[in-house]
């Protein structure tokens, strides 16, 4: 099975302030078909998951600029430009290239300092 | 609008059965697989079971095969898991997502005598 590696797995950021994320995967993401299929997940307290990111680096519709993502093979980074008190949460990064099983990372909970 | 609506959650005593059900609306139900994950309290999120546009085709997470059971009504568009012989590590909120993109609120499974 696909093992990601998230850190930190806390994030204490200013307000304002850029973050960045790590996700590392035990083997490539890269598929048969050239696609990295490598998606970022936030989870605010009490919610569902949202995806903001799918095949590495493609914001989902109605997700924030300030969220990017990029990477390539094994190592992956979400970043948010400027944190705002709405990005508080766990955020996950999940693989669907070698499945079954589909993996998610431990989570990365982000707090403001 | 899409959505997806858990139900079916509950108390039920270990070694008991389960039927969640998860109602979908605002999207082509029929053109995409679909999948549960589960989150036990306080943890992340773990992918469990997937589903086939037609049915013909299932997989399981490890910890779950040869006791839940997914299917689809592609005529209700409905999807379902069955969960037989229920453990205290089932206990969490699982969710039905469409290939990862949009994901229900959840419906929480404790099982505790």
């Known amino acids: 099975d696909v093992v990601l590696t998230q850190s930190p797995l806390t994030l204490p950021v200013t307000l304002g302030q850029p973050a960045s994320i790590s996700c590392r995967s035990s083997q490539s993401l890269v598929y048969s078909d050239g696609d990295t299929y490598l998606y970022w997940y936030q989870q605010r307290p009490g919610q569902s998951p949202r995806r903001l990111i799918y095949?590495?680096?493609n914001r989902d519709s109605g997700v924030p600029d300030r969220f990017s993502g990029s990477g390539s093979g094994t190592d992956f980074t979400l970043k948010i430009s400027r944190v705002e008190a709405e990005d508080v949460g766990v955020y996950y990064c999940?693989?669907?290239?070698?499945?079954?099983?589909?993996?998610f990372g431990q989570g990365t909970k982000v707090e403001i300092k | 609008e899409v959505q997806l609506v858990e139900s079916g959650g509950g108390l039920v005593q270990p070694g008991g059965s389960l039927r969640l059900s998860c109602a979908a609306s605002?999207?082509?139900?029929?053109?995409?697989?679909m999948h549960w994950v589960r989150q036990a309290p306080g943890e992340g999120l773990v992918w469990i079971s997937q589903i086939n546009i037609d049915g013909s085709r299932t997989n399981y997470a490890d910890s779950v095969k040869g006791r839940f059971t997914i299917s689809r009504d592609n005529a209700k568009n409905t999807l379902y898991l069955q969960m037989n012989s229920l453990r205290a590590e089932d206990t969490a909120v699982y969710y039905c997502t469409n290939s990862f993109d949009r994901w229900g609120q959840g419906t929480l499974v404790t099982v505790s005598s």
């Open positions: 605002g999207f082509t139900f029929t053109s995409l697989w």
């Open positions: 095949k590495v680096s």
């Open positions: 999940m693989q669907g290239t070698h499945w079954p099983p589909w993996t």
